[in-house]
C-alpha cells in the first residue's frame, strides 16, 4: 500500500516536520511558546537564518473553556446580533449598488436590513437553541494547549545555534540543555 504526500506525519522520532527537504534537530524545549517564541527571535537579533528554525508544539492537547450559562434568551440574543450585522451588510450593499429603487438610502436600507437581520437572527437562534433539547446549555472557546514548544533547525546550522542560545545573556536552551 502507497503512503500518499499528504498523509506524512510529524511525530517525536522523525527529524523533519512534513515537507521538509532537509533534516531538522531540536536545540532547544522551553515550557511556554513565549519562551520558544524568545529564543526564536534572540537568534534573529543575532543574524541566524531564521528561515531554517521552526516552533513545535509537542503533546498538543483541545482545551476548551467554559464562558458561561447559555440560555434560550442568549442564544436568541447572539443570533440577534449576528443577523442584524448580516442584515445591516446586505442592506448597505443593496444601497450601494442601487440594486432598489435608487431614492432609497444606502444607509436606510442598512437600517431596515440590521432590522429584518435581527428578528429572523433571533428567531432562528430561538429554534436552534430549542431544537438541542438542553444537551449544550454552556457556551465555550476551544483552542489547543502544548506540554512544550521545541525550537528545531536545519541540520547544518544546529551547532551556530547551539552556541548563540547557550552564550552568556542568551536565552538558554530549556529543558534541551538538560536543565530542567
Known sequence: MTQSPYDKRFDATSRAPAGSAEAQVVVASYRTYAEAE????YLSDHQFPVQRAAIVGRGLSSVERITGRMTIWRA??????????LGALFGWLFGLFDWVNP????LLLAL????FGAVVGGLLGL???????????FSSVAG????SYDVLVDAEVAGQATQLLDAPGAPGRGRADGSR
Request: aromatic residues 2%.
Open 103 to 106: 431614492i432609497v438610502s444606502g
Open 76 to 85: 436568541a440574543a447572539q443570533s440577534a446580533a449576528s443577523g442584524a450585522v
Open 144 to 147: 489547543m494547549r502544548a506540554e
Open 38 to 41: 524568545r529564543a526564536v527571535d
Open 127 to 137: 429554534l436552534g437553541h430549542a431544537l438541542t433539547g438542553g444537551r449544550r446549555d
Open 112 to 115: 431596515y436590513g440590521a432590522i
